[in-house]
């Protein structure tokens, strides 16, 4: 059974990475341009197509798990992500679920690319925090977040743990995003010093290798030289005694 789930994400990698594009143009398009009528209608259907193959991909996970009691507990958090839809008063966090789904394609597809896993983990969370803080932010009476070009500043500042204070959110849930982009600025940047410290590691004890292989080969050497200068000296004793002949 695990081969089998092991095979099943192997292959789903790259399709979850599109659907999860796709649900991300469909958000981007309900903030930014916040359409109407035709267009709004093909948003929302673009929208719950997405959640209705990540619940798929969740359901044929846990089946195929040889230890679903234990993959469950493990998984939590894509349980949320496919719940969290059906909460509507929570629907506005989809700053979390976002997350959570490109990290799950995307980051399986490009796992082991830790710079460009890095840089794209980070142009994701400050978007995709902008346009949830956006949206939850622009409708609320006094806001400082009304625009994009504002939420992206805010973003920036809000990750970088800078905040100006010029901008931030007055609404619970704009404040609930700003709480979880502050937590997932810390976690990028210990995930940046964890990278940098493991490559000095890395470099350290390479060259710690090639400098014990080094030492190792020229000590056979020496004992090989060694043993050379051994044969000869009990060479020479014989043949000294057949060559010394006195008058």
Same mark, same amino acid.
């Given at each position: ?13 790259? &399709?979850? %990475? ?31 197509? =997405? ?9 044929? #996970? ?22 969290? &839809?059906?909460?509507? &008063? ?24 830790? *710079? ?23 409708? %609320? ?49 210990? =995930? *940046? ?47 000294? =005694?057949?060559?010394?002949? #006195? &008058?």
């Amino acid at each position: 059974m695990q081969d089998r789930l092991d095979n099943w994400e192997h292959r789903a990698e790259w &399709p979850l %990475a599109a659907v999860a594009a796709v649900f991300l143009a469909a958000y981007s398009v309900e903030v930014l341009v916040q359409p109407r009528g035709f267009g709004a209608r093909a948003v929302e259907f673009a929208t719950w197509l =997405s959640w209705a193959v990540f619940t798929a991909d969740y359901a044929a #996970r846990l089946y195929l798990s040889p230890d679903r009691k234990q993959w469950f507990v493990r998984h939590l958090a894509d349980l949320a992500i496919v719940l969290l &839809p059906l909460l509507r &008063p929570l629907r506005l966090l989809r700053l979390v679920v976002l997350i959570g789904v490109m990290q799950k394609a995307v980051g399986n597809a490009i796992r082991g690319k830790v *710079i460009l896993y890095t840089i794209s983990g980070a142009v994701l969370l400050v978007y995709v925090a902008s346009l949830a803080v956006l949206q939850a932010e622009r409708n %609320a009476p006094e806001a400082h977040i009304v625009n994009f070009g504002d939420a992206v500043w805010w973003a920036i500042t809000t990750i970088t743990t800078v905040g100006y204070g010029d901008m931030y959110p007055v609404t619970t849930t704009g404040r609930v995003i700003a709480a979880l982009l502050m937590i997932g600025g810390i976690s990028l940047v210990g =995930s *940046i010093t964890a990278t940098i410290a493991s490559w000095i590691v890395q470099s350290v004890a390479d060259d710690d290798n090639a400098t014990a292989a080094a030492t190792a080969a020229h000590i056979n050497e020496l004992r090989s030289e060694i043993a050379s200068l051994r044969d000869e000296l009990r060479q020479a004793p014989a043949n000294g =005694s057949g060559t010394d002949r #006195r &008058p």
